[in-house]
């Protein structure tokens, strides 16, 4: 109990399992770089004789596993231009560096296939839905049945956690109104995503988002997927060109999903927290606004909503619509799809996570449990 035991702000002492956890821990880490970071700055105060930089928390950032995500299609391509045995060689960045062996026309090819694939999965959800629940009218547009699989689609799917801020696209909403319905150059976004059932913050943003996804306004551009699972995280991350994440840094312990993404060639567009401040490079994505963290929450918004409306204004659509060649092909955009996959695939590969794992926590526990084992031994 004594070793639980913590004193906060709004209560005398109470038993914490992440202070009994961490003290009954030989090794300890965070999930990402910068969840190391605030991990060791969080509980410096059950090591009062240390700086926050020496406090033994170290961070290992999560991975994904590559075979549950890539899409099959893509796997094809690995097969035939980086070989039979691509798999074997997952963390590896040498082997990824075949990537530009595939030519562009097959890459492009395989990406405007899997877009197809999301708007037709789409489809035929809402004709499901039409049929079984007798939905209105609006519902199925909500769904996605005007999706065009041409034009430029965003996707943003995860948690509705508050601080992930899934409104944040909204805040200048004749902005975005003017984005998404632009005749030459539309834009699509897609929502989906949960909230916990006893997250009522969560809850009321998933409304918030799905009020401005029914307004007529959007020309159907706006789209919200309900019941959120597994198999629809694959249609999206793997289906959609750009994968928006728009966390308040520092909150974003890490993330996955943008990993699942990046690794079939959809370009991340995310605030630099979590995972992304490590695999962000200038070449491989974007970034909304920088390493700056305001005090003030509202002026994080501001600053970020207007990093995320002029990128995606004045860099990603014209990149993805204006630069083509004569054969309708996207060259600058295909580059980053290429960068993406060559630097995003082994970097947070489930591999490469396990295997540091392995070497920098489990096998130096397993050494230090041996010798205490053989001194209490010798001693007996």
């Given amino acids: ?102 030519p562009d026309s097959e890459l492009w090819q395989v990406r405007i296939h899997l877009k197809r694939k999301l708007v037709s999965y789409m489809v035929a959800r809402a004709r499901d839905e039409w049929a079984k629940d007798n939905v209105h009218p609006v519902q199925t547009v909500a769904s996605g049945v005007l999706l ?20 944040l696209v909204f805040r200048d909403y004749e902005r975005l109104m003017r984005i998404v319905t632009n005749e ?24 918030e988002v799905y009020r401005y996804v029914k307004n007529s306004r959007n020309g159907g551009r706006l789209v919200f997927l309900d019941d959120y699972d597994m198999d629809m995280a694959r249609h999206l991350t793997q289906g959609v060109d750009i994968w928006l994440n728009t966390p308040r840094r520092p909150r974003e312990a890490s993330g996955t999903s943008g990993m699942k993404a990046g690794m079939n060639g959809t370009l991340n567009f995310s605030v630099l927290d979590g995972w992304w401040a490590e695999g962000y490079n200038g070449k491989n994505g974007w970034a909304i606004g920088d390493h700056t963290v305001y005090d003030n929450q509202d002026l994080q918004d ?44 082994p970097q947070f590969s489930m591999t490469r996570m396990i295997k540091e794992y392995t070497t920098k926590l489990y096998y130096p526990a397993w050494l230090s449990a041996k010798e205490t084992k053989s001194g209490e031994e010798g001693t007996k």
């Fill in 148 to 167: 065009d699989p041409l034009a430029l689609t965003i996707g943003f799917a995860r948690r509705f956690a508050t601080y992930k801020r899934a409104n």
């Fill in 302 to 345: 501001e600053a970020d909503a207007l990093s995320l409306y002029e990128t995606l204004e004045n860099e990603i659509v014209p990149l993805y619509y204006t630069k083509r060649s004569a054969d309708g092909l996207p060259g600058p955009w295909i580059e980053r799809i290429k960068e993406t996959i060559r630097t995003v695939s």
């Fill in 184 to 207: 030459e150059h539309p834009v699509q976004i897609i929502f989906a995503g949960k909230a916990h059932p006893a997250d009522e913050p969560g809850k009321r943003l998933i409304q």
């Fill in 1 to 102: 109990m004594d070793l639980a035991k913590i004193k906060t702000d709004w209560s005398d002492e109470v038993f914490s399992m992440p202070v009994l956890a961490l003290r009954l821990s030989n090794y300890r880490n965070g999930v990402s770089k910068i969840h190391g970071e605030v991990s060791r700055k969080m509980w410096n105060y059950l090591w009062p004789g240390l700086e926050s930089e020496d406090v033994p928390i170290t961070s290992i950032t999560n991975g994904v596993h590559t075979g549950t995500w890539v899409a099959r299609r893509l796997a094809d391509l690995y097969v035939k231009y980086l070989g039979d045995d691509w798999k074997e060689h997952l963390d590896d960045p040498q082997m990824w560096e075949r990537i530009d062996t595939i």
